[in-house]
């Protein structure tokens, strides 16, 4: 392949499945009777805030003072990422696709294809505040703020911005083959999942490591990993990465008025990719007895 047009995008908003996703693709992609655990990721998938990339880049340990260093330094180290591979690779990002200052952040000339890993948003809110060290308010904040970057300890960037147009971003992105997979979906029928997963990438599947697959990166599977050998990906000030990895704890995490400023900030993109909680989330922000109300009116 005489092109840089290798990498696939695995991209989410944060705490929206990313790891679970390059766990099991990583295992599935093993020599059989091989397994790789969570602290060995990057032996398969790389991330756009590799630091050893952007050294190579810049020729030197790299410590932008700046947005525009880092913009400057971020398509050369992509180009670097894209060609330390032969044919086409996975690729972490939590970055919207955003130019910025005549900067593609997401360059058409090293992009084959992406998989967009989609979470809802009030599940979300609850996983980032335990990620981040803070309150369920400051967490939602963050969803709805254009502004919201985060930075690694020696400043390389994460342009994320608001939940709604990180998503739009990527869906709507023009001329950009991707593939769509909903958390809740993939935790209802992981095999499925993935399978359809496999069907984008137009990859046969092997239903033996498959099923190896999904064993070795259930959520207990992982939890055990996080107990026996911690995780380099986890935050300092994070108790456990992998807290519970269900679908809906929302319902007992966060209050009415946080439901409702969510569902306010996000109605749009809420019906488009969730349709099945527009009524529930309505009737939960209202109190208590709203869902009876509802059901008086309709009946």
């Known amino acids: 392949m005489n092109n840089l ?8 908003y944060p705490k929206s499945g990313n790891t679970w996703t390059r ?9 059989q009777g091989h397994a790789l655990d969570i602290n060995s990721l990057r032996l398969f998938t790389t991330a756009d805030v590799r630091q050893d990339f952007f050294d190579r880049a810049a020729g030197r340990p790299f410590r932008p003072e700046t947005i525009d260093d880092w913009l400057a330094m971020r ?9 330390s591979k032969p044919g086409h690779h996975f690729v972490k990002t939590h970055c919207q696709i955003l130019k910025i200052k005549g900067v593609d952040l ?13 979470r809802n948003p009030f599940d979300v809110v609850p996983s980032l505040a335990r990620h981040l060290a803070v309150d369920l308010d400051t967490a939602a904040a963050r ?17 994320i911005g608001r939940w709604d147009e990180h998503v739009r971003s990527w869906t709507t992105a023009p001329g950009l083959p991707i593939h769509i997979m ?9 095999a499925a999942a993935f399978r359809r997963l496999f069907g984008f990438l137009k990859l046969p599947v092997d239903e033996v490591r498959l099923a190896q697959a999904l064993e070795l990166t ?23 990465f992998f807290h519970s990895g269900t679908v809906g704890g929302w319902r007992q995490e966060l209050s009415p008025a946080q439901v409702g400023r ?38």
């Open 5 to 12: 047009r290798r990498i696939i995008w695995l991209a989410s």
């Open 106 to 118: 997401i360059p058409p000339e090293v992009t084959a294809a992406a998989v967009y890993i989609l």
């Open 75 to 83: 398509p050369r180290a992509l180009r670097l990422i894209a060609g």
């Open 262 to 299: 969510l569902r306010k900030a996000f109605r749009l993109t809420l019906k488009k990719w969730y349709p099945e909680l527009m009524d529930e989330t309505r009737d939960f922000a209202l109190g208590p007895g709203a869902a009876a109300d509802a059901a008086g009116e309709r009946g």
């Open 143 to 159: 969803l709805g703020d254009r502004t919201t970057i985060h930075m690694s300890p020696t400043r390389l960037f994460e342009i």
């Open 23 to 31: 766990s099991f693709l990583a295992n599935y992609f093993q020599p």
């Open 182 to 190: 909903r958390y809740e979906d993939m935790l209802a029928d992981p």
């Open 218 to 240: 259930s959520f207990e599977a992982l939890q055990k990993q996080e107990r026996e050998k911690g995780f380099l990906e986890r935050p300092k000030e994070m108790a456990r």
